[in-house]
Protein backbone atom coordinates (compact mmCIF):
# COMPACT_ATOMS: atom_id res chain seq x y z
CA UNK A 1 0.00 0.00 0.00
CA UNK A 2 1.41 3.60 -0.99
CA UNK A 3 2.16 6.19 1.53
CA UNK A 4 -0.69 8.18 1.46
CA UNK A 5 2.09 10.98 2.56
CA UNK A 6 2.84 10.99 -0.82
CA UNK A 7 -0.24 11.63 -2.54
CA UNK A 8 -0.82 15.49 -3.99
CA UNK A 9 -4.33 14.99 -2.46
CA UNK A 10 -3.54 13.99 0.45
CA UNK A 11 -0.33 16.59 1.27
CA UNK A 12 -2.70 19.73 -0.10
CA UNK A 13 -5.49 18.55 2.44
CA UNK A 14 -3.13 17.68 5.84
CA UNK A 15 0.06 20.09 5.04
CA UNK A 16 3.15 19.25 6.45
CA UNK A 17 3.80 21.03 10.28
CA UNK A 18 5.54 24.76 9.76
CA UNK A 19 9.20 25.56 10.53
CA UNK A 20 9.32 28.90 10.04
CA UNK A 21 6.99 31.46 9.17
CA UNK A 22 7.48 35.05 8.37
CA UNK A 23 4.43 37.40 9.50
CA UNK A 24 3.50 40.64 8.14
CA UNK A 25 0.92 42.90 10.41
CA UNK A 26 -0.65 45.82 9.41
CA UNK A 27 -3.56 48.08 11.01
CA UNK A 28 -4.78 47.61 7.62
CA UNK A 29 -4.48 45.15 5.24
CA UNK A 30 -6.44 44.59 1.55
CA UNK A 31 -6.71 41.19 0.28
CA UNK A 32 -8.70 41.95 -2.77
CA UNK A 33 -10.72 38.74 -3.05
CA UNK A 34 -12.12 39.17 0.57
CA UNK A 35 -13.08 42.17 2.47
CA UNK A 36 -9.94 44.57 4.13
CA UNK A 37 -8.77 43.59 7.84
CA UNK A 38 -8.39 45.78 10.33
CA UNK A 39 -5.41 45.09 12.71
CA UNK A 40 -4.51 42.46 10.26
CA UNK A 41 -1.24 39.81 9.57
CA UNK A 42 -0.35 37.75 6.81
CA UNK A 43 1.50 34.62 7.25
CA UNK A 44 3.88 33.50 4.72
CA UNK A 45 6.08 30.24 4.51
CA UNK A 46 8.31 29.66 1.88
CA UNK A 47 6.85 31.48 -1.45
CA UNK A 48 3.13 31.09 -0.36
CA UNK A 49 0.52 32.53 2.09
CA UNK A 50 -0.01 29.88 4.87
CA UNK A 51 -2.91 32.46 6.28
CA UNK A 52 -4.24 36.00 6.67
CA UNK A 53 -6.86 37.12 8.68
CA UNK A 54 -6.97 39.18 11.57
CA UNK A 55 -3.23 39.36 14.04
CA UNK A 56 -5.15 37.52 16.78
CA UNK A 57 -6.84 34.61 14.21
CA UNK A 58 -3.99 34.25 12.20
CA UNK A 59 -1.20 33.76 15.47
CA UNK A 60 -4.02 31.42 17.17
CA UNK A 61 -4.18 29.04 14.00
CA UNK A 62 -0.28 29.18 13.99
CA UNK A 63 -0.24 27.66 17.19
CA UNK A 64 -1.82 24.48 15.75
CA UNK A 65 0.04 24.38 12.39
CA UNK A 66 3.82 25.22 14.15
CA UNK A 67 6.46 22.30 14.56
CA UNK A 68 7.12 21.66 17.49
CA UNK A 69 10.47 23.95 17.71
CA UNK A 70 8.97 26.33 14.40
CA UNK A 71 8.96 29.83 15.19
CA UNK A 72 7.69 33.29 13.87
CA UNK A 73 9.30 36.19 12.52
CA UNK A 74 7.18 39.37 12.60
CA UNK A 75 7.58 42.09 11.09
CA UNK A 76 5.10 45.06 11.34
CA UNK A 77 3.72 47.65 9.26
CA UNK A 78 2.58 50.97 10.32
CA UNK A 79 0.71 51.69 6.74
CA UNK A 80 -0.99 49.49 4.59
CA UNK A 81 -0.32 46.05 3.20
CA UNK A 82 -1.58 45.05 -0.07
CA UNK A 83 -0.88 42.37 -3.18
CA UNK A 84 2.15 43.60 -5.14
CA UNK A 85 0.98 45.80 -7.91
CA UNK A 86 0.48 44.32 -11.59
CA UNK A 87 1.73 47.00 -14.86
CA UNK A 88 -1.05 45.35 -17.42
CA UNK A 89 1.13 46.86 -20.23
CA UNK A 90 4.73 48.39 -20.46
CA UNK A 91 7.49 48.09 -22.78
CA UNK A 92 10.80 47.92 -20.25
CA UNK A 93 13.03 48.05 -23.07
CA UNK A 94 12.46 52.16 -23.04
CA UNK A 95 13.23 52.91 -19.92
CA UNK A 96 16.05 55.31 -20.79
CA UNK A 97 14.12 56.56 -23.47
CA UNK A 98 12.60 58.94 -20.89
CA UNK A 99 13.32 62.52 -22.51
CA UNK A 100 10.98 61.19 -25.31
CA UNK A 101 8.19 60.75 -22.66
CA UNK A 102 9.34 64.36 -21.30
CA UNK A 103 8.71 66.13 -25.03
CA UNK A 104 5.17 67.95 -26.04
CA UNK A 105 4.18 66.91 -29.47
CA UNK A 106 1.39 68.73 -31.79
CA UNK A 107 -0.37 64.78 -32.17
CA UNK A 108 0.51 61.24 -32.56
CA UNK A 109 2.64 61.48 -35.47
CA UNK A 110 5.06 64.10 -33.79
CA UNK A 111 5.36 61.62 -30.66
CA UNK A 112 6.21 58.34 -33.39
CA UNK A 113 9.27 60.68 -35.21
CA UNK A 114 10.94 61.51 -32.05
CA UNK A 115 10.56 58.06 -30.60
CA UNK A 116 12.12 56.72 -33.49
CA UNK A 117 15.42 58.97 -33.56
CA UNK A 118 16.00 57.97 -30.12
CA UNK A 119 15.25 54.44 -30.54
CA UNK A 120 17.71 54.18 -33.52
CA UNK A 121 20.19 56.09 -31.23
CA UNK A 122 20.07 53.75 -28.65
CA UNK A 123 19.83 50.75 -30.50
CA UNK A 124 23.17 51.32 -31.59
CA UNK A 125 24.49 50.85 -28.21
CA UNK A 126 25.55 47.16 -27.79
CA UNK A 127 24.15 46.13 -24.95
CA UNK A 128 21.93 49.02 -24.25
CA UNK A 129 18.36 47.67 -24.16
CA UNK A 130 19.33 44.71 -21.84
CA UNK A 131 20.45 47.73 -19.18
CA UNK A 132 17.20 49.72 -20.19
CA UNK A 133 14.76 46.82 -19.63
CA UNK A 134 16.60 45.55 -16.05
CA UNK A 135 16.79 49.24 -14.66
CA UNK A 136 12.50 50.13 -15.41
CA UNK A 137 11.59 46.19 -14.11
CA UNK A 138 13.62 47.78 -10.72
CA UNK A 139 11.89 50.58 -10.55
CA UNK A 140 8.95 48.82 -11.00
CA UNK A 141 9.79 46.91 -8.09
CA UNK A 142 10.45 49.71 -5.90
CA UNK A 143 6.74 50.91 -6.54
CA UNK A 144 5.74 48.21 -5.16
CA UNK A 145 4.77 46.27 -8.47
CA UNK A 146 5.65 42.23 -8.69
CA UNK A 147 4.07 41.27 -11.92
CA UNK A 148 3.77 43.21 -15.65
CA UNK A 149 2.77 42.32 -19.19
CA UNK A 150 6.36 43.61 -20.85
CA UNK A 151 6.38 43.84 -24.56
CA UNK A 152 9.95 42.92 -25.84
CA UNK A 153 10.88 44.51 -28.89
CA UNK A 154 14.49 43.48 -29.44
CA UNK A 155 15.52 40.01 -27.58
CA UNK A 156 18.32 41.65 -25.29
CA UNK A 157 15.40 42.77 -23.40
CA UNK A 158 13.62 39.45 -22.51
CA UNK A 159 15.22 39.21 -18.97
CA UNK A 160 13.75 41.79 -17.92
CA UNK A 161 11.19 40.93 -15.60
CA UNK A 162 13.21 37.60 -14.60
CA UNK A 163 16.15 39.56 -13.41
CA UNK A 164 13.96 40.80 -10.66
CA UNK A 165 11.96 37.51 -9.57
CA UNK A 166 8.82 39.21 -10.77
CA UNK A 167 6.02 37.14 -12.17
CA UNK A 168 4.14 38.26 -15.32
CA UNK A 169 4.64 37.67 -19.14
CA UNK A 170 7.01 38.81 -21.26
CA UNK A 171 5.40 39.27 -24.77
CA UNK A 172 7.67 39.13 -28.46
CA UNK A 173 6.09 42.21 -30.43
CA UNK A 174 5.49 40.99 -33.64
CA UNK A 175 4.97 44.15 -36.43
CA UNK A 176 5.80 45.75 -39.72
CA UNK A 177 4.69 42.43 -41.74
CA UNK A 178 3.08 42.75 -44.70
CA UNK A 179 0.90 39.42 -45.81
CA UNK A 180 3.69 38.14 -48.11
CA UNK A 181 6.43 39.31 -46.06
CA UNK A 182 4.60 37.67 -43.43
CA UNK A 183 4.23 34.11 -45.34
CA UNK A 184 8.07 34.25 -46.64
CA UNK A 185 9.72 35.04 -43.45
CA UNK A 186 7.51 36.24 -40.93
CA UNK A 187 7.13 33.04 -39.10
CA UNK A 188 10.10 31.56 -39.71
CA UNK A 189 11.40 34.73 -37.39
CA UNK A 190 8.49 34.53 -35.05
CA UNK A 191 9.39 30.64 -34.32
CA UNK A 192 13.55 31.69 -33.70
CA UNK A 193 12.66 34.47 -31.65
CA UNK A 194 9.94 32.57 -29.57
CA UNK A 195 12.51 29.17 -29.25
CA UNK A 196 15.42 31.61 -27.85
CA UNK A 197 13.00 33.02 -25.30
CA UNK A 198 11.65 29.89 -24.14
CA UNK A 199 15.77 28.74 -23.71
CA UNK A 200 15.73 31.75 -21.24
CA UNK A 201 14.45 31.45 -17.42
CA UNK A 202 11.78 34.22 -18.21
CA UNK A 203 8.23 33.98 -15.98
CA UNK A 204 5.95 32.85 -19.37
CA UNK A 205 5.64 34.47 -22.82
CA UNK A 206 3.29 35.28 -24.82
CA UNK A 207 2.72 37.29 -28.53
CA UNK A 208 1.90 40.67 -28.79
CA UNK A 209 0.50 41.17 -32.63
CA UNK A 210 1.21 45.42 -32.41
CA UNK A 211 -1.66 47.01 -34.08
CA UNK A 212 -3.53 47.06 -36.88
CA UNK A 213 -1.91 50.01 -38.79
CA UNK A 214 1.71 47.95 -38.24
CA UNK A 215 0.34 44.83 -39.58
CA UNK A 216 -1.78 43.27 -42.58
CA UNK A 217 -4.31 40.83 -42.53
CA UNK A 218 -2.33 37.51 -42.20
CA UNK A 219 -0.48 38.20 -38.95
CA UNK A 220 -3.57 38.67 -37.00
CA UNK A 221 -5.30 35.65 -38.50
CA UNK A 222 -2.48 33.53 -38.15
CA UNK A 223 -0.72 34.58 -34.38
CA UNK A 224 -3.74 33.54 -32.63
CA UNK A 225 -3.57 30.50 -33.74
CA UNK A 226 0.21 30.17 -33.18
CA UNK A 227 0.02 31.30 -29.78
CA UNK A 228 -3.01 29.10 -28.57
CA UNK A 229 -1.60 26.35 -29.45
CA UNK A 230 1.64 27.02 -27.60
CA UNK A 231 -0.25 27.72 -24.74
CA UNK A 232 0.63 31.76 -24.69
CA UNK A 233 -1.55 34.38 -24.38
CA UNK A 234 -1.99 37.65 -26.79
CA UNK A 235 -1.31 41.62 -26.38
CA UNK A 236 -2.36 43.82 -28.80
CA UNK A 237 -2.21 47.83 -28.99
CA UNK A 238 -5.95 48.31 -29.81
CA UNK A 239 -8.05 51.79 -30.02
CA UNK A 240 -5.15 53.43 -29.36
CA UNK A 241 -5.52 56.29 -32.04
CA UNK A 242 -8.34 58.33 -34.10
CA UNK A 243 -7.58 56.00 -37.37
CA UNK A 244 -9.04 53.31 -35.44
CA UNK A 245 -12.37 54.36 -34.31
CA UNK A 246 -15.34 53.72 -35.88
CA UNK A 247 -17.15 55.93 -38.34
CA UNK A 248 -21.03 55.04 -38.96
CA UNK A 249 -24.70 56.71 -37.91
CA UNK A 250 -24.74 54.82 -34.32
CA UNK A 251 -28.08 53.90 -34.90
CA UNK A 252 -27.31 51.59 -37.25
CA UNK A 253 -25.15 48.27 -36.73
CA UNK A 254 -22.52 48.92 -39.52
CA UNK A 255 -20.75 45.70 -37.59
CA UNK A 256 -23.44 43.78 -37.98
CA UNK A 257 -24.20 44.24 -41.53
CA UNK A 258 -22.55 42.01 -44.58
CA UNK A 259 -21.20 44.80 -46.93
CA UNK A 260 -17.67 44.65 -45.54
CA UNK A 261 -17.41 41.11 -43.75
CA UNK A 262 -17.75 39.26 -46.63
CA UNK A 263 -14.67 40.32 -48.76
CA UNK A 264 -10.99 39.69 -47.74
CA UNK A 265 -9.14 42.49 -47.18
CA UNK A 266 -5.34 43.12 -47.09
CA UNK A 267 -5.42 45.34 -44.14
CA UNK A 268 -7.01 47.42 -41.40
CA UNK A 269 -6.04 50.52 -43.70
CA UNK A 270 -7.60 49.11 -47.32
CA UNK A 271 -11.21 48.61 -45.04
CA UNK A 272 -10.85 52.67 -44.03
CA UNK A 273 -9.88 53.59 -47.41
CA UNK A 274 -12.97 51.82 -48.88
CA UNK A 275 -15.19 54.31 -47.07
CA UNK A 276 -16.79 51.47 -44.62
CA UNK A 277 -16.32 53.26 -41.40
CA UNK A 278 -15.55 50.05 -39.14
CA UNK A 279 -13.45 50.35 -36.48
CA UNK A 280 -10.49 48.31 -35.74
CA UNK A 281 -12.44 46.57 -32.83
CA UNK A 282 -14.67 45.26 -34.91
CA UNK A 283 -11.97 44.43 -38.11
CA UNK A 284 -9.57 42.61 -35.50
CA UNK A 285 -13.15 40.56 -33.76
CA UNK A 286 -14.11 39.63 -37.59
CA UNK A 287 -10.61 37.86 -38.27
CA UNK A 288 -10.97 35.85 -35.11
CA UNK A 289 -7.95 38.12 -33.00
CA UNK A 290 -9.75 38.07 -30.03
CA UNK A 291 -10.45 36.03 -26.98
CA UNK A 292 -10.07 35.49 -23.62
CA UNK A 293 -6.50 35.04 -23.49
CA UNK A 294 -6.57 38.08 -25.22
CA UNK A 295 -5.64 41.79 -23.28
CA UNK A 296 -5.73 44.90 -25.02
CA UNK A 297 -3.70 48.07 -24.33
CA UNK A 298 -5.53 51.61 -24.30
CA UNK A 299 -8.80 51.01 -25.82
CA UNK A 300 -9.30 54.94 -25.98
CA UNK A 301 -11.19 54.85 -29.24
CA UNK A 302 -13.69 51.81 -27.93
CA UNK A 303 -17.45 53.37 -28.78
CA UNK A 304 -20.53 51.56 -26.99
CA UNK A 305 -20.68 48.49 -29.89
CA UNK A 306 -16.68 47.99 -29.28
CA UNK A 307 -17.16 47.91 -25.76
CA UNK A 308 -19.54 45.27 -25.98
CA UNK A 309 -17.72 43.14 -28.56
CA UNK A 310 -14.91 43.09 -26.02
CA UNK A 311 -17.10 42.39 -22.86
CA UNK A 312 -18.54 39.54 -25.08
CA UNK A 313 -15.24 38.02 -26.25
CA UNK A 314 -13.75 37.72 -22.65
CA UNK A 315 -10.88 40.90 -23.71
CA UNK A 316 -9.73 43.25 -20.58
CA UNK A 317 -8.52 46.63 -21.17
CA UNK A 318 -5.32 48.19 -19.78
CA UNK A 319 -5.70 51.55 -19.38
CA UNK A 320 -2.82 54.33 -19.65
CA UNK A 321 -4.20 57.60 -19.44
CA UNK A 322 -1.18 58.98 -18.53
CA UNK A 323 0.54 57.71 -21.80
CA UNK A 324 -2.19 58.76 -23.89
CA UNK A 325 -1.92 62.56 -22.79
CA UNK A 326 1.44 62.43 -23.78
CA UNK A 327 1.33 60.51 -26.86
CA UNK A 328 -1.63 62.92 -28.43
CA UNK A 329 -4.25 59.69 -28.57
CA UNK A 330 -7.06 62.79 -29.59
CA UNK A 331 -9.33 62.49 -26.11
CA UNK A 332 -8.90 60.12 -23.08
CA UNK A 333 -10.15 56.33 -22.83
CA UNK A 334 -14.04 56.15 -21.81
CA UNK A 335 -13.38 55.16 -18.33
CA UNK A 336 -17.22 56.15 -16.64
CA UNK A 337 -18.35 53.92 -19.75
CA UNK A 338 -15.33 50.78 -18.98
CA UNK A 339 -16.66 50.69 -15.52
CA UNK A 340 -20.58 51.50 -15.47
CA UNK A 341 -20.92 48.62 -18.74
CA UNK A 342 -18.57 45.86 -16.63
CA UNK A 343 -15.92 45.56 -18.56
CA UNK A 344 -12.64 44.07 -17.89
CA UNK A 345 -10.34 46.54 -16.55
CA UNK A 346 -6.06 46.67 -16.09
CA UNK A 347 -3.62 49.87 -15.56
CA UNK A 348 -0.79 49.66 -17.19
CA UNK A 349 2.47 52.86 -17.54
CA UNK A 350 3.25 51.81 -20.91
CA UNK A 351 6.70 52.94 -21.23
CA UNK A 352 9.19 56.13 -20.09
CA UNK A 353 9.23 57.03 -23.51
CA UNK A 354 5.42 57.94 -23.42
CA UNK A 355 5.11 58.56 -19.23
CA UNK A 356 6.40 60.36 -15.95
CA UNK A 357 7.01 57.08 -14.64
CA UNK A 358 6.77 53.31 -14.36
CA UNK A 359 4.46 53.93 -10.92
CA UNK A 360 1.13 52.14 -11.40
CA UNK A 361 -0.40 54.46 -8.82
CA UNK A 362 0.30 57.29 -10.78
CA UNK A 363 -2.06 56.26 -13.30
CA UNK A 364 -4.67 54.90 -11.12
CA UNK A 365 -4.89 59.11 -9.74
CA UNK A 366 -5.97 59.90 -13.10
CA UNK A 367 -7.84 57.39 -13.66
CA UNK A 368 -10.15 58.64 -10.21
CA UNK A 369 -9.69 62.04 -11.59
CA UNK A 370 -11.04 60.71 -14.99
CA UNK A 371 -13.82 58.45 -13.51
CA UNK A 372 -15.06 61.60 -11.56
CA UNK A 373 -14.76 63.58 -14.30
CA UNK A 374 -16.30 62.18 -16.94
CA UNK A 375 -19.38 61.75 -14.23
CA UNK A 376 -19.06 58.41 -12.66
CA UNK A 377 -20.71 58.74 -9.27
CA UNK A 378 -20.28 55.15 -8.11
CA UNK A 379 -19.04 55.47 -4.06
CA UNK A 380 -17.20 51.82 -5.13
CA UNK A 381 -14.52 53.57 -7.44
CA UNK A 382 -11.69 53.33 -4.88
CA UNK A 383 -12.57 49.56 -5.07
CA UNK A 384 -12.71 49.25 -8.24
CA UNK A 385 -9.80 50.68 -8.97
CA UNK A 386 -7.65 48.71 -6.06
CA UNK A 387 -8.94 45.30 -8.01
CA UNK A 388 -7.39 47.00 -11.17
CA UNK A 389 -4.40 47.66 -10.34
CA UNK A 390 -4.35 43.88 -8.33
CA UNK A 391 -6.74 41.44 -9.17
CA UNK A 392 -7.79 43.00 -12.77
CA UNK A 393 -3.98 42.42 -14.14
CA UNK A 394 -3.67 39.04 -13.01
CA UNK A 395 -6.94 38.21 -14.61
CA UNK A 396 -5.54 39.56 -17.73
CA UNK A 397 -2.68 37.87 -17.51
CA UNK A 398 -4.05 34.82 -16.85
CA UNK A 399 -2.29 34.68 -13.75
CA UNK A 400 -5.67 34.74 -11.13
CA UNK A 401 -6.23 31.22 -10.59
CA UNK A 402 -4.37 28.31 -9.60
CA UNK A 403 -1.18 27.38 -7.61
CA UNK A 404 0.67 30.36 -9.03
CA UNK A 405 -2.18 32.89 -8.93
CA UNK A 406 -1.32 36.40 -7.72
CA UNK A 407 -2.72 39.51 -7.33
CA UNK A 408 -4.40 38.72 -4.52
CA UNK A 409 -3.88 38.02 -0.76
CA UNK A 410 -5.84 34.28 0.49
CA UNK A 411 -3.98 31.02 1.78
CA UNK A 412 -1.90 29.28 -1.12
CA UNK A 413 -1.40 32.22 -3.34
CA UNK A 414 2.09 33.30 -4.08
CA UNK A 415 3.21 35.70 -0.70
CA UNK A 416 3.50 39.15 -3.17
CA UNK A 417 3.31 41.91 -1.45
CA UNK A 418 3.40 45.73 -1.18
CA UNK A 419 3.96 47.95 1.84
CA UNK A 420 2.25 51.57 1.51
CA UNK A 421 3.22 54.16 3.79
CA UNK A 422 0.01 56.34 4.10
CA UNK A 423 -2.12 56.97 7.15
CA UNK A 424 -4.71 54.40 8.27
CA UNK A 425 -7.76 56.45 9.53
CA UNK A 426 -9.45 54.12 12.48
CA UNK A 427 -11.44 56.85 14.27
CA UNK A 428 -13.94 57.92 11.58
CA UNK A 429 -17.07 56.41 10.80
CA UNK A 430 -15.55 56.41 7.15
CA UNK A 431 -12.06 55.32 8.56
CA UNK A 432 -11.90 52.92 5.84
CA UNK A 433 -13.22 54.35 2.79
CA UNK A 434 -10.91 57.20 3.63
CA UNK A 435 -7.66 55.26 3.53
CA UNK A 436 -8.74 53.34 0.26
CA UNK A 437 -9.21 56.61 -2.02
CA UNK A 438 -5.84 58.35 -0.18
CA UNK A 439 -4.00 55.10 -1.50
CA UNK A 440 -5.77 55.42 -4.95
CA UNK A 441 -4.96 59.43 -5.39
CA UNK A 442 -1.92 59.61 -3.09
CA UNK A 443 -0.75 56.18 -2.82
CA UNK A 444 2.34 56.96 -5.70
CA UNK A 445 5.98 56.99 -4.50
CA UNK A 446 4.53 55.54 -0.80
CA UNK A 447 5.79 52.06 -1.45
CA UNK A 448 8.63 50.75 1.29
CA UNK A 449 8.70 47.15 0.53
CA UNK A 450 8.56 44.60 -2.31
CA UNK A 451 7.95 41.18 -1.41
CA UNK A 452 7.92 38.52 -4.32
CA UNK A 453 7.15 34.79 -3.66
CA UNK A 454 8.05 35.06 -0.67
CA UNK A 455 11.39 37.09 -0.72
CA UNK A 456 11.89 40.39 0.28
CA UNK A 457 12.98 42.41 -2.54
CA UNK A 458 13.00 45.80 -1.98
CA UNK A 459 12.86 47.15 1.67
CA UNK A 460 13.62 51.21 2.33
CA UNK A 461 13.44 50.68 6.15
CA UNK A 462 10.25 49.49 6.53
CA UNK A 463 11.28 47.10 9.34
Request: aromatic share 6%; glycine share 10%; with cysteine.
Amino acid sequence: MSDDSFDPLYAAAHPAPLESVTLYSAPLIIPVTGPVIMDGAIAVSGSRVVHVGTRRWVLDTLKQDLAPHGRIDERHWHGVITPGLINAHTHLQYTTMAQVGQGGYANFHDWELAFDQVYRRIGAEEGAWKASAETGARMMVENGTTAAADIVTDPEAATALASQGMHGVAYWEVMDWSNEAWHSAGIRNLVGHLGRMREADLPSIGISPHAPYTLETAPFVDLPDIARQLDMRLHIHLAETPMEAGKRDTTLSTYSTADWRNDDWTSYQQLRESGKGVSAVQFLDQLGSLGPDVHIAHGVWADKEDRRILRQRGVGVALCPRSNRITVTGRDAPVRNYLEEGNLLAVGTDSLSSSPSLDVLDDVAMLYDLAREQGYEGDDLSHRLIRMMTLGGAQELGLHVGAGRIGQINAGAMADLAFFDIPVYVATPRGIEDTLEVLVRHGAGTNRATVISGREVYNDGAW
